[in-house]
């Protein structure tokens, strides 16, 4: 009589359990009782029960509870107290862990066993329900039995609420076939018939033609004549797994998988992309002419056996003992067993990773050279083995700045190391690797800097194009490309600003004001204003350095050049330039601009010279053209302005020009 806290014991079944799991429980118990008696007429009928209200769609009701019958042994004495002992031995040879009826009470209401046995010379029949609080058999009862043969019916009667079972037979068939497979393919084992039925009768399925005659249509092992073993160190000795690679067809929504196995049955295990990034996609068969057949599609099925998961699986059968990384007690984790056996299947696989790898090295490239140039020297030694199969630009882009960030990293230690070296003499080849690759991730960055520079001119191109109603756009859209307005060198720094499309020196500058009044009030606005500060001198604020002044006129206007117009923009630099000299404004920090009778500045007016613009030029300023006509400029020496009238054209133009022979070295 046992004397069990049974529900404290289901309470704390935690392992990875499903709703499959007790049935699998029960077949397996009918084939190991059919295996003892050694009849070669063995058979185990799984039949379904079904709710009994029609589903108002139509579709099949759902399943609620299942009948196992075996032609096994039955329950003899020996078995029926096997059944009564927790963490019984009786089945420990077969793997038999004693405790696997309980998840039985985890997702059923009720197990119960009705069996016949032989009792000597006499067969009897035996029946009880597996108990819920103390007692593991409850309301049992023997007496003899009017039969020809042993044999045991185990019903898993009425789900649990919130569980669920697949409706369709076939559905149910294949993932038994899953779990139960080792039993079909382990070799000189002949598996008992195993076949799945509706409780009429009226649909049977036979799993062992999963696997025997249907075998091309279902499940196909790949590689049979080639022994897939490898050998991994633990604690005390070496161990060795072997592995088998099927081919599922037709998985539905199921990804390819690494199956970790103890004592023939299916324990758990993870995605092959979890190793391998390639299997994440399913796979195609080929036709006889080498074409993709895709109406035969499949994943891929690793079995893994071995000692060491027979001896370590846990008592739910739904996971190891050992952990999921490196196992300090037994010396070896599940995710190197099954790295070990992702290497098996990709090489198993050949061809069809190799093609895959290849495809997202190509989309790899296709990115790089199409949007980010930047970084094709990163390109060169990266390993994207562990990249997702079909990357998207975020994540490749991510990647590929990860992979610089540990190289910038690892340069920094190169470097840090080199000049604690008190020998130089034995570090000359190292200094020259290090220089290399400090080149070579500083003209990645160069690269990047460039591209965005190939950007920056189409868009400042597209803002000088006329829009679907005729229109250009104003002269904020385009200032905005150069600088944004009403801001200044402190809310918008070096790498935010496009100055260089005016000129190169300007991003050299300590101080911008753009759009914003002088002195902080509501004075003049110049749409730019630049202290300059030339790389090659040193403090800031000097009266020898140079102030350039712009004003900025939307493509295609001219009303400024009317002689009636508040709007000149030469006069407001001119007046600009004398506030200036005058000490009337003061930079940010509050200091007077510094300025010198020979303080030089530099003015340009940006619009595009329409007929008008160039008449006014020429007759009512006097200032000088350009060669190419594409600009004006004079020379104002009381107040030592220099002055360019010029187009927007050929801002765009001279951009272009200046930075062409990056881009062309850059194949943009």
Request: aromatic share 10%; with cysteine; glycine share 6%.
């Amino acid at each position: 009589m046992s004397n069990v806290n049974i529900k404290r014991a289901v309470e704390n079944i935690r392992a990875n359990t499903t709703v499959y799991s007790p049935v699998v429980e029960m077949i397996v118990n009918g084939i190991q009782a059919i295996d003892v008696t050694g009849r070669q007429d063995g058979k185990v009928t799984v039949r379904v029960q079904r709710g009994g209200q029609a589903e108002l769609d139509g579709s099949l009701p759902e399943i609620v509870g299942f009948d196992i019958v075996d032609n096994g042994i039955g329950f003899n004495q020996a078995h029926r107290d096997s059944f009564d002992t927790l963490y019984t031995d009786l089945k420990i040879t077969e793997g038999g862990k004693g405790f696997g009826r309980f998840t039985s009470l985890k997702y059923f209401e009720d197990l119960h066993v009705k069996s016949v046995y032989r009792d000597g010379d006499k067969f009897k029949a035996r029946s009880f329900s597996m108990g819920k609080e103390h007692e593991i058999i409850v309301r049992e009862k023997v007496a003899p039995a009017k039969a020809s043969d042993t044999g045991t019916t185990v019903t898993l009667a009425t789900l649990k609420g919130g569980r669920g079972f697949d409706k369709k037979l076939r559905t149910i068939a294949r993932i038994f076939v899953e779990h139960l497979l080792p039993y079909f393919i382990t070799q000189d084992y002949v598996c008992p018939d195993i076949v799945l039925s509706e409780q009429d009768s009226s649909e049977e399925i036979r799993l062992n033609d999963f696997v025997s005659n249907q075998l091309s249509a279902v499940i196909h092992e790949i590689g049979i004549d080639e022994r897939k073993a490898f050998v991994l160190k633990a604690t005390e000795t070496n161990e060795e797994f072997r592995v088998r690679v099927f081919k599922l067809f037709s998985p539905r929504n199921q990804k390819s998988r690494i199956s970790l196995v103890a004592h023939k049955r299916e324990v758990s295990g993870s995605p092959i992309h979890k190793y391998i990034p390639e299997f994440e996609d399913e796979f195609f068969e080929k036709d006889r002419n080498g074409e993709i057949d895709r109406e035969r599609n499949y994943i891929i099925k690793v079995y893994v056996f071995g000692p060491y998961l027979d001896r370590h699986v846990s008592l739910e059968r739904g996971g190891f003992e050992f952990q999921m990384e490196s196992d300090l007690l037994h010396g070896i984790g599940q995710a190197q067993i099954e790295h070990a056996a992702a290497g098996i299947a990709r090489k198993t696989m050949g061809e069809d990773i190799t093609f895959r790898q290849q495809r997202k090295k190509e989309r790899v490239q296709e990115y790089v050279d199409e949007e980010a140039p930047w970084h094709k020297e990163i390109l060169e030694t990266i390993d994207l083995s562990s990249m997702p199969f079909n990357p998207s630009k975020e994540e490749i882009e991510t990647r590929l700045q990860k992979e610089k960030f540990t190289q910038e990293v690892a340069i920094r230690r190169d470097v840090t190391n080199l000049l604690n070296e008190t020998n130089l003499e034995d570090v000359q080849g190292r200094v020259v690797e290090i220089v290399n690759k400090v080149t070579g991730t500083s003209r990645n960055d160069l690269i990047h800097y460039i591209a965005l520079r190939r950007t920056i001119l189409e868009i400042f191109g597209k803002s000088l194009e006329t829009d679907q109603s005729g229109g250009y756009s104003s002269e904020g859209v385009v200032h905005d490309i150069i600088f944004p307005r009403k801001g200044n060198s402190d809310a918008t720094p070096f790498q935010d600003h496009n100055l260089w499309l005016v000129d190169e020196r300007l991003n050299f500058t300590t101080w911008v004001s753009s759009d914003l009044p002088l002195d902080g009030k509501n004075s003049d606005r110049p749409d730019l204003l630049v202290y300059n500060k030339r790389v090659f001198f040193r403090g800031d604020n000097e009266a020898s350095n140079p102030i350039t002044i712009f004003e900025f006129k939307k493509p295609q206007r001219d009303d400024f050049a009317n002689p009636s117009s508040d709007d000149d923009p030469v006069k407001q630099i001119i007046r600009y330039v004398n506030e200036i000299r005058d000490g009337k404004y003061k930079t940010p920090e509050g200091r007077k601009i510094q300025v010198a009778e020979n303080t030089p500045f530099y003015g340009y007016v940006v619009c595009d010279l329409t007929p008008k613009v160039e008449k006014w030029l020429e007759r009512e300023k006097d200032f000088t053209p350009m060669p190419d006509r594409l600009g004006w400029f004079d020379w104002i020496g009381n107040i030592n302005l220099y002055i360019e009238v010029i187009s927007w054209d050929k801002v765009l133009k001279d951009a272009k020009m200046r930075n062409q022979i990056f881009f062309q070295k850059l194949g943009i």
